[in-house]
């Protein structure tokens, strides 16, 4: 299996937080997660609204989550939205030179 970063990403056990009052439950994060780490449960705040619940046990700390969240609801400790679009931009560049996309040495994006 091909994994993106594999060298770049911290190497650390660390699991997403959630900031209930900028979660809306657009469930974005849901769909996306790659281990399933995230369910929408109802949230005990706010009657008749939804909230993301976080397995730890599931989550592996990538990050996709806190890159797709569009009210930045979810975030890693220890990991800056900035460094997560580095990541980002080093996983779509090893996936183009991988699969030999690339113009001029760089990276078509």
Do not use: W
Not at 42 to 49: D, L, M, S, V, Y
């Amino acid at each position: 299996m091909f994994v993106v970063n594999e060298k770049e990403f911290p190497d650390s056990r660390v699991v997403a937080h959630l900031d209930r009052d900028r979660c809306d439950g657009c469930a974005i994060c849901v769909d996306i997660c790659p281990t399933g780490a995230l369910e929408l449960v109802n949230n005990k705040k706010r009657p008749g609204k939804k909230v993301i619940f976080i397995q730890a046990k599931k989550c592996h700390g990538c990050g996709v989550c806190e890159g797709a969240c569009p009210k930045e609801a979810i975030f890693i400790p220890g990991l800056s939205i900035s460094e997560l679009r580095s990541y980002v931009h080093k996983a779509i560049a090893e996936i183009y030179q991988e699969v030999g996309i690339g113009v001029c040495g760089q990276t078509p994006f």
